[in-house]
């Protein structure tokens, strides 16, 4: 993990009178010296308060509600017993982003106190693995100038089941299909996002590319797939009308944020009557396809790494000429998406190219540099998507990661 170093917030308008009262044994009540072991601290000073996130040493886990606890203190009142003095009565804020994720909506968890004076909790959920920025603001007792601070945090992927706590997602998504679905016929369905333990309907979403719903539609040997954006209806709920090609069971993920939760991709299902055709076998594709009169080169995805980023790139030429793509438009905010699934249906990717100025200059020159992270081995299919003249192209492959594994 890259270590991002946080340049020390200036210390403004200290006045000792107005700071926290003077430490006095008899008064205070205990106080943490040490924080219980098992946890990696990383700490950033600022003035003369110090601020340490504690990370288990037993990981961090996607799918998982945590709270990660960071403490608070005064380094200029040092107790030898009890070492430096918490500061209670701080208020936080804390934003999570994924720095890798450009455009991903924020995540603003809720923090609380913890029964130690300086210590705090952060309610956490992280919905995939990979390295998030945990953003505090702190507004100190006595501080004018609130302390803003970074914290870098490697999420590991989603455990094995059975072998952490069991997971309770903080969101559900309900699908509905209206009568009787069959192939071939214009199919209403209809999507409620859930809040698990309360069950109201989560109607308030954080629009991520452009949109409040991305929907990505699958058939089960994921050879059929479509990229869809239903519409809210007045109640909170999300419609949308589909065609189905044929008969069989059909993945649903909902892409969607609700407001201050941060990306959640909500997985269902949708069984659609008919004719079931024989699943197309998943192989490893080449590394070049076409589609819609655009050839796309594949690099970057021999040797994949498990759980690493690593730069996905589709270089965009046009079939007839052999010459390079330079006239890709934004498609949903941007040069492209890619989408990703695993053979098992239960693992989606969804990464964008870098949006710095070399990003947008090299998809200007049609190629496109995806940050993707394959959190498992196996199967994945694949669909990059494009936009040219004003129409979307959809190229899939299909890559094979770590396969001895
Ligand atoms: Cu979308």
Request: with cysteine; charged share 20%.
């Amino acid at each position: 993990m890259t270590l991002l170093l946080i340049p020390t917030i200036a210390f403004l308008a200290l006045t000792a009178g107005t700071f926290i009262p003077a430490y006095n044994l008899t008064s205070t009540p205990l106080t943490a010296a040490q924080p219980p072991a098992g946890f990696k601290l990383i700490e950033r000073k600022s003035g003369p308060v110090s601020i340490t996130l504690r990370v288990p040493d037993s990981g961090v886990f996607a799918g998982e509600a945590i709270d990660i606890e960071f403490r608070v203190t005064d380094t200029r009142k040092v107790d030898p017993v009890f070492g430096a003095t918490g500061i209670p009565r701080v208020v936080s804020k804390a934003v999570i982003t994924m720095p890798e994720m450009a455009g991903m909506p924020e995540h603003r968890p809720k923090i609380h106190t913890e029964g130690i004076p300086g210590d705090y909790g952060i309610e956490c959920f992280f919905p995939h693995g990979g390295e998030y920025k945990i953003a505090l603001t702190l507004q100190i007792p006595g501080i004018a100038t609130p302390v803003r601070t970074d914290f870098l945090v490697d999420i590991r992927d989603e455990a094995a089941p059975g072998t952490r706590k069991a997971v309770v997602r903080p969101y559900t998504l309900d699908v509905k299909a209206k009568g009787s679905p069959k192939a071939g016929d214009a199919t209403d369905l209809q999507f409620t996002i859930k809040e698990t333990k309360s069950k109201a309907t989560v109607k308030d979403l954080d629009i991520a590319h452009t949109k409040l719903f991305h929907l990505l539609l699958v058939s089960k040997d994921l050879s059929w797939f479509a990229h869809e954006h239903p519409e809210q209806q007045p109640d909170g709920t999300f419609t949308h009308s589909q065609i189905f090609p044929a008969g069989g069971q059909y993945y649903t993920f909902a892409d969607v944020a609700p407001r201050g939760a941060g990306s959640q991709i909500l997985m269902g299902s949708v069984k659609i009557a008919g004719n079931v055709p024989a699943a197309v076998p998943l192989v490893p594709s080449g590394t070049t396809n076409t589609a819609d009169g655009i050839k796309a080169n594949l690099k970057g995805t021999s040797n994949i790494p498990i759980g690493k980023s690593l730069p996905v790139t589709f270089q965009l030429t046009d079939t007839r000429t052999g010459d390079a793509i330079t006239d890709l438009e934004p498609y949903l905010g941007a040069y492209g998406h890619l989408m990703i699934i695993h053979a098992d249906g239960q693992t989606v990717v969804h990464s964008h190219p870098a949006e710095d100025e070399l990003g947008i200059a090299q998809s200007k020159r049609g190629i496109v540099a995806f940050n993707a992270r394959f959190p498992k081995a196996g199967t994945y299919k694949a669909w990059g998507q494009f936009q040219l003249g004003g129409k979307v192209v959809t190229i899939p492959f299909v890559i094979s990661v770590g396969g001895a594994k």
